[in-house]
């Protein structure tokens, strides 16, 4: 992946037509000096937020991305090629965030009260078109985050199973009962998510600082630009 810069280079900071907020907010520096991630947000539509899937999106760099793209005259297709063929490929393709942790933790009202007793949709006119029993994820509605878990593992940054999580909320409430305000509320679910924060620090606790990884590099200079 030559042609993929560490960190993203199609865009950079404080630019005027095209804003990149993963650049303003220094979000490549940020990610690289921390030694865990925690994130948490919703299940739409049987996956993550948008937000969230186009953060990881622009974090396919993070995954053997190349830290040189002087050597591609910042993006020549031709000369990236070359470059993925070379010798000098190896010895720099890796994983950036190598060795950190990531914990997941996402909730949803799986599908509130907008569902009928067979788990149609009330307002469904052609329910013989699917069977309900397919539908994914059923009893196990943290799978909707898995593409973001895997993307993280196979990218050498460290997701425990313990520490990927789902909780239900607003499970029968329209969705003018089922808010941010009512969903602090739910007994069961704050519970989940606090037995989460604890865990998740008992496990960075005993991790400690992510190891072999350079000044420079945790703070992902802007360089690349």
Known sequence: MALCVWPCNCYGPDSDHQPDLLWNEKLYQRLARADAWAIIGPVWWYGPSTNLKALFDRL????????????????????????????????LTKNHLEGRSAAFFCYG??????????????????KEWFDPTHEPYQGDERKSYQSLVWQCRYSGIEVPDELWRHASVGLGLPYADDQADDMVAEAGAMAC?????????????????????????????????
């Open 60 to 91: 396919v760099c993070m995954s053997g991305g190349n830290p040189r793209p002087d050597l591609i005259d910042k993006k020549s297709t031709l000369k990236a090629q070359a470059l993925e063929k070379s010798p000098l490929w190896k010895e």
């Open 109 to 126: 009202n799986e599908g509130g009260n907008e569902l009928d007793d067979d788990r149609r949709p009330r307002i469904l006119r052609h």
């Open 193 to 225: 998510f606090d037995a989460w924060v604890d865990d998740f620090v008992r496990h960075v606790t005993a991790k400690g600082i992510v190891l072999g990884t350079t000044e420079a590099e945790r703070g992902a200079q802007s360089t690349t630009q």
